[in-house]
């Protein structure tokens, strides 16, 4: 399968919140996805889909640390508009990170600290805030607003296929 462009990238991601709140958004999915694996056993979290899938437990790990990231490139782009934006591989993190060994319940309640400090941060901005942009190294000028959009996309993606990964766990009777 051939490697998406920057540009599929960032049209199947914002795809995904089609003309939704992303804030909205945002504030649902840790709520959403604690719903999806109460009950999940962490052998089960931990399993992989096909080996060259992410686990649950590998999902939420992502989760949480680019929260992380995008908590840091919004604070960034509000003190030095205009400022780079770097990108980086989320394999690579994954694998430095060791996200298999993660607990998906810690990776998940980080998730939510994070994700609550980032919203509380949006809410406190005054409309040409949302307009400050830093620029990517990969996707190029990125607002606040468009960071945003893309981290509610990325959320639903994520979600989108920790209910696959659920679904053909439950199928197989495993």
Request: glycine content about 8%; overall charge neutral.
């Amino acid at each position: 399968m051939a490697k998406e462009t920057v540009e599929e990238y960032k049209k199947r991601i914002s795809g995904f919140v089609g003309g939704k709140d992303p804030l909205k958004i945002q504030a649902t999915t840790s709520a959403h996805i604690e719903h999806l694996i109460q009950g999940v056993s962490k052998e089960k979290l931990a399993k992989r889909p096909a080996p060259e899938k992410w686990s649950i437990t590998e999902i939420l790990a992502h989760l949480s640390e680019t929260e992380l990231v995008g908590g840091y490139r919004m604070r960034a782009v509000l003190g030095a508009p205009g400022c780079p934006i770097p990108a980086f591989d989320q394999d690579d993190w994954a694998s430095a990170g060791k996200y298999s060994k993660r607990d998906p319940h810690k990776s998940l309640q980080l998730f939510r600290t994070l994700r609550e400090a980032n919203l509380e941060l949006l809410a406190s901005l005054d409309p040409g805030q949302w307009k400050h942009y830093g620029v990517h190294s990969e996707r190029g000028e990125e607002s606040i607003e468009r960071i945003v959009l893309m981290f509610a996309g990325h959320d639903l993606n994520h979600i989108a296929q920790i209910e696959t990964i659920l679904a053909k766990s439950a199928s197989a009777g495993s």
